[in-house]
């Protein structure tokens, strides 16, 4: 089987030669202390693509930027040897720890101080940013890659990882606990950030799908911690649900099959939600927050592919860990089909090299009936 036909198979549950092997990244830093104990740079790229080196299948990508155009003028505000406080490109005012920084990974996350968005003056500012049509949203390559992906062997996800979500985009212009409080002081502001959301998305994507047929799409919204979702399934419900809907509608008028959700934490009281909306994908799983994909596949059998699901902890901890691990979770999955396997995050520098390596020897020698 192609990459794109094995893709397609698992998430339609049929059977195939093997599952995907995929995988998410690495840290900056695990990069270093991985370069340093003898792995290739060239095997340290994005994952997303494939990486021939480690047998990681291909997978492309329709690139489009929903971010801000204009962007904001980047401006340093402070600046110590420890730490400096700065406004990106988004508008968001940042103290973030400069020790530790590898490879751009910072060691710890920034302090969010301030953001672009907090009454509908400041939403009409941003908004004033968001015009679907400027250029800079397509490469400038845009119809030569059109033309390679109509002749693809591998699946193809319009946009790139983290790049468009509802809940996201308003996190980013409010910040969490700004956009909690929103959803019951200021209702009208959120529903009318989610509407411009659907509208933009629609706008921005409507003549790129219709050059060419893409696979997949995933909503980046990263909307729960480690115990439950940062919202409630009476607010998903009311702020979310129709918006999903409709641009869940349009991509599949567009041919696009399969919608995945990518949302660290424990989303599974919103689940039914997601299946609701249209949602046929959800990842990353994580097992610090107790997404067990055997127990979901018990409760929502074929409504829901899943990915991810390899706790990253238990590569930390060792060799026999590892293999508990993929013999926990790994293993009764492959027989349910609709899953794919990868450690739950990306790799962080407590994951020793030799590990990482047994991990991916390990699942290769699991999925073809080791």
């Known amino acids: ?16 030669d093997r599952i995907p092997y995929h995988e998410l990244g690495l840290w900056g830093q695990t990069r270093e202390l991985y370069a340093a104990a003898g792995m290739p740079e060239e095997a340290m790229g994005d994952w997303f693509y494939g990486c021939d080196l480690l047998g990681l299948d291909r997978r492309d990508f329709a690139p489009t930027r929903c971010d801000l155009i204009p962007p904001f003028e980047h401006e340093v505000i402070e600046e110590t ?48 940013r968001m015009d679907p049509h400027s250029p800079e949203r397509v490469p400038a390559d845009w119809r030569e890659r059109v033309a390679r992906w109509r002749a693809r062997d591998c699946p193809l996800c319009f946009q790139t990882n983290a ?12 910040g969490t606990e700004n956009l909690s409080v929103a959803f019951y002081d200021q209702p009208a502001l959120v529903h009318a950030m989610v509407d411009f959301l659907v509208e933009f998305f629609i706008e921005l994507s409507e003549p790129l799908l219709a050059q060419v047929q893409c696979d997949y799409f995933n909503f980046f919204e990263d909307f729960a ?6 919202i409630s399934p009476r607010t998903f419900r009311e702020f979310l649900l129709p918006a999903y809907r409709r641009i869940i509608g349009h991509l599949r008028r567009h041919g696009v099959e399969f919608i995945w959700l990518d949302s660290d934490g424990n989303t599974e009281v919103l689940i039914p939600l997601f299946i609701e909306a249209g949602i046929t994908c959800h990842w990353p799983l ?12 018990r409760e929502y059998g074929r409504d829901l ?13 060792g060799r026999s860990e590892i293999d508990r691990e993929l013999d926990r979770h790994m293993r ?6 609709g899953f794919i396997p990868t450690i739950d995050h990306t790799v962080p520098p407590d994951v020793p090299y030799e590990n990482f390596i047994h991990y991916i020897e390990r699942k290769r020698r699991i999925a073809e009936g080791g």
């Open 163 to 174: 790049c468009f979500g509802l809940y996201s985009h308003m996190r980013r212009w409010m």
């Open 225 to 230: 911690y480690k115990t439950g979702p940062l």
């Open 286 to 297: 994580e097992q610090a927050a107790n997404m067990d994909p055997v127990r979901l596949r």
């Open 1 to 16: 089987m192609t990459d794109r036909e094995r893709f397609l198979a698992i998430m339609r549950f049929e059977p195939v």
């Open 81 to 128: 040897d420890r730490y400096e406080v700065f406004r990106d490109s988004q508008g968001v005012l940042h103290k973030a720890l400069k020790e530790g920084t590898v490879r751009g990974t910072r060691a710890s996350m920034d302090q969010y101080v301030a953001f672009p968005v907090r009454t509908p003056a400041d939403f009409e500012a941003v908004r004033a």
């Open 332 to 337: 009764p999955m492959l027989q349910t089909g």
């Open 305 to 317: 592919a899943l990915v991810g699901g390899i706790d990253k902890r238990a590569l930390a901890r």
